[in-house]
């Protein structure tokens, strides 16, 4: 057969299966979609093209088992050594034989933890290691409301806020927190830890910057963790380095896109004890255009005339915060946080803040003591002016009339910490872990002599190389109450520095 044979052999095939295709219905609209599919576009042909023969290869292609074993088949005997020899890491680190040492001797409270306490070995001692700064825990008339709003609404929601677990009595505290701090508006969590290590990732993400305090407290330090941000530290309350740190970050960032930035600080500080100069960061963040997020766990219902916080102590419309966040356990007796800011801010984090959006509600009990003791702060603020003359009264006793410690805390503040003095600690070349162990023969000798208070216990501090050179001091806590009369302030200081003359002289 030569060649022109074959060829006609071939146009005379192709024009059978073409009068055959043409027989087919439909098969002229498909000519049509076809010939105006290459004219238009005939990369898309190409590409419908390879999905068809695809579609063909895969129809076409053998079966399979997805049950096939590819791994390796151990015996019963190896499983068993296996086993054996696997040791699962532990949850936690070990106890030091400090540690150890420590809990042997841990006093346990038997009922409420009120100015006097019973322990488990039947002593009743003055207690200034809680933080029952206003005795509101014998507050009859909070008893009274709390068990009134157990019995209407149960124990709990059980419930996330935006599910079934809102009540009405938390948007009645959040407008009664919203007023009284004077914000747009406020959200309540169902945690105090859980609510500033979910303020800051809710707004803060990965590629922004986060200007803080090197002594924030340890949830502020963990949402910032959480945010995954870009962290830029400043010594603590030093604020000629905190603006150098935002002169640095603007330069660094003037030439790249833009991103949010946050200035982040607490008012009063957990681990030293000391406030913040609010009015100059104000100045700082309108200065270089940053966002504040405020922590005021420590200091809500602690500063000002009615315990607003900082804002009211130094005088600052709580407006020219973005984000304050505060605790509502403490001294309001309550449980729980909240975050006041704009109706922007309060709305995106009931969508967007993970304790919020993934925990249940907080208890309508807690909410409504939360409201009631807000109350009392707004209409007796004698309370808070006895709170303050009960503090002077033991800073007379300790910081002024002993040569071994001095309080870093502030003058407002009634949680006082006691360091040990920089000429103590260097003439008896004292360690950190040596401070810890002295400070601790403190607080044994003086629950000796019926007055129980604690050590400053600071969860770890760095979470990376950068900061690791930021510890706090070993300290003695020691939390003033309403619950005393001065006399007793005046006995108990005493008590306290007699016992730290006594261990500190036996230390050689």
């Known amino acids: 057969m030569d060649v022109q044979d074959v060829h006609g052999w071939l146009v005379r095939f192709l024009d059978e299966v073409s009068d055959s295709f043409q027989k087919l219905p439909g098969s002229s609209i498909f ?10 576009d005939p990369v898309r ?26 791994y390796v088949t151990l015996s019963d005997e ?3 050594e296996l086993v054996e020899e696997w040791t699962p890491e532990p949850l936690v680190a070990p106890l030091s034989a400090f540690e150890e040492a420590e809990n042997e001797k841990r006093p ?67 407008a009664d927190i919203a007023a009284h701090i004077g914000a747009s508006a406020c959200i309540i969590y169902a945690q105090a830890f859980s609510t500033i290590s979910s303020v800051i990732p809710a707004f803060s993400k990965r590629g922004d910057i986060i ?14 963790q959480i945010s995954r941000s870009t962290v830029r530290w400043y010594d603590h309350n030093d604020l000629e380095d905190m603006q150098r740190v935002l002169e640095r970050v603007v330069k660094e960032q003037a030439k790249k896109p833009l991103t949010r930035r946050f200035i982040v600080t607490e008012g009063l500080f957990e681990d030293v004890g000391d406030m913040v100069d609010l009015p100059k960061i104000i100045e700082l963040k309108h200065r270089y255009k940053f966002r504040l997020i405020l922590d005021e766990s420590w200091s809500f219902g602690v500063l000002g005339r009615t315990g607003r916080g900082i804002t009211e102590h130094q005088n600052v419309d709580a407006a020219e915060v973005d984000m304050i966040v505060g605790s509502l356990a403490g001294p309001l007796c309550a449980g729980g946080g909240f975050c006041v ?39 007796s603020p004698d309370i ?11 800073w007379a006793q300790l910081d002024p009339r002993s040569d071994w410690v001095r309080c870093t805390s502030s003058i ?92 500190v002289k036996a230390r050689k």
């Not at 038997?110 to 207690?127: E, F, I």
């Not at 304790?355 to 109350?375: G, H, K, Q, R, V």
């Open 31 to 40: 000519l049509r979609y076809v010939k105006s599919s290459y004219q238009n």
């Open 341 to 379: 800011g704009s109706d922007e801010i309060v709305e995106h984090q009931r969508i967007s803040s993970a304790a919020y959006t993934f925990s249940a509600a907080l208890s309508a009990m807690l909410a409504t003591t939360a409201s009631e003791t807000i109350n009392l702060l707004q209409t």
């Open 211 to 224: 200007v803080a305090d090197r002594a924030v407290n340890y949830m502020v330090r963990k949402g910032i």
């Open 45 to 70: 042909s190409g590409i419908e093209l390879f999905l068809c023969l695809f579609a063909v290869r895969y129809l076409l292609a053998p079966a399979y088992s997805t049950q096939k074993k590819s």
């Open 384 to 394: 808070l002016a006895q709170s303050r003359e009960n503090i002077k009264s033991m």
């Open 108 to 174: 346990v409270i038997v009922g409420p933890t009120g100015p006097k306490s019973k322990l488990s070995n039947g002593r009743t001692v003055t207690n200034l290691a809680s933080y029952n700064y206003y005795n509101f825990i014998a507050n009859e008339t909070l008893k009274e409301k709390a068990i009134q709003t157990l019995r209407t609404y149960g124990v709990g929601p059980c419930g996330p806020p935006n599910f079934y677990g809102t009540q009405d009595v938390h948007m009645k505290t959040e």
């Open 412 to 503: 407002e503040n009634p949680m006082m910490l006691l360091v040990l003095k920089p000429e103590v600690v260097s003439q008896k070349r004292l360690s950190l872990a040596d401070q810890e162990m002295l400070l601790q023969d403190v607080v044994d000798e003086c629950l000796t002599n019926g007055i129980l208070i604690t050590r400053l216990k600071s969860m770890p501090r760095a979470s990376n190389a950068k900061e690791a050179h930021w510890e706090p001091q070993p300290a003695l806590k020691v939390c003033v109450t309403t619950g005393l009369s001065r006399k007793e302030i005046e006995r108990a200081g005493i008590t306290i520095r007699h016992a730290i003359t006594k261990v």
């Open 78 to 80: 190896e499983v068993d």
